[in-house]
């Protein structure tokens, strides 16, 4: 099974400013929010004119195709995206158990315009 060329990432200088490690519980957290952030955009920015970056979430025993990840104070990740029957999803997922696949696939339509994952820090 070829799964196609690994893609090496060494994760950014991160800008640790953005983070309160008065809450040290919160810091990895908030590290792989910036780290997955980092990643995403990388990955975008590689793309060809007729590709489009997806972010997946399988964990709910559904696929969700992700749209947006926000993080909200704590360990908690509010994942926003669209089912199989294209009914909107959130998903709450604590940060130990969050996983995400990020595949890079043909787009469908040439003439859609392509959106950039969207990354939102929620009060």
Do not use: C
């Amino acid at each position: 099974m070829d799964i196609g060329p690994f893609v090496p990432f060494r994760p950014p200088d991160l800008d640790l400013s953005k983070i309160d490690f008065r809450n040290w519980m919160n810091a990895g957290a908030e590290l792989y929010f910036e780290a997955l952030q980092a990643y995403v955009k990388e990955r975008e920015s590689k793309l060809a004119a007729d590709e489009v970056l997806e972010v997946w979430h399988h964990q709910t025993g559904r696929p969700i195709a992700v749209h947006t990840i926000g993080f909200i104070r704590g360990q908690v990740f509010n994942l926003v995206g669209r089912d199989a029957n294209q009914q909107e999803v959130h998903v709450l997922a604590h940060v130990s158990s969050l996983q995400v696949e990020v595949r890079v696939t043909k787009r469908a339509d040439q003439r859609e315009t392509r959106k950039p994952m969207g990354f939102v820090r929620e009060a």
